[in-house]
């Protein structure tokens, strides 16, 4: 005998409590301590000057940079036959670079880590539960910015 098909019951993915947006916009507006965190391919060569620019849109928007890490995919010998393949998706960075990055942050006793790169909500929440702080990404801040005006 056949079945009637279901509808599907299953719950609609969580959407997080506070957005990205508000939460970003917070960190920088009360003139927070950040650690800022870029990751790039070794193909882009002008990392150097996006990690600057970076820094100046934070401190124009009230942060002040303590430290500053780059993770660049595929530089060594043994990372270049590595770039055809995905990334970390869990952390977006080398558990060797998290360590780094969670010492500068106890170190500088920074409030919040900024990276260049967009961010998961999953790896955002990874990376806050890892590092000990707020983990937000750029895209995020600039975005806040644009729906307070």
Not at 94 to 112: F, I, L, M
Not at 122 to 137: E, K
């Amino acid at each position: 005998m056949h079945q009637s098909r279901r509808r599907d019951r299953r719950p609609a993915r969580r959407t997080p409590s506070e957005p990205a947006q508000q939460l970003g916009f917070r960190l920088t507006a009360l003139g927070a301590d950040v650690v800022l965190v870029g990751f790039f391919s070794a193909k882009r060569k002008d990392y150097q000057a996006l990690m600057a620019s970076a820094a100046a849109e934070l401190s124009v928007r009230g942060a002040r940079v303590v430290a500053q890490m780059v993770q660049r995919q595929g530089v060594s010998d043994g990372g270049a036959l590595k770039m055809g393949l995905p990334y970390s998706s869990r952390t977006l960075l080398s558990y060797g670079k998290v360590r780094e990055v969670a010492q500068a942050c106890e170190h500088a006793k920074a409030e919040a880590v900024v990276f260049v790169a967009s961010l998961t909500p999953r790896q955002r929440r990874t990376l806050t539960g890892m590092l000990g702080c707020t983990v937000v990404s750029l895209a995020d801040i600039l975005a806040s910015d644009r729906l307070t005006d």
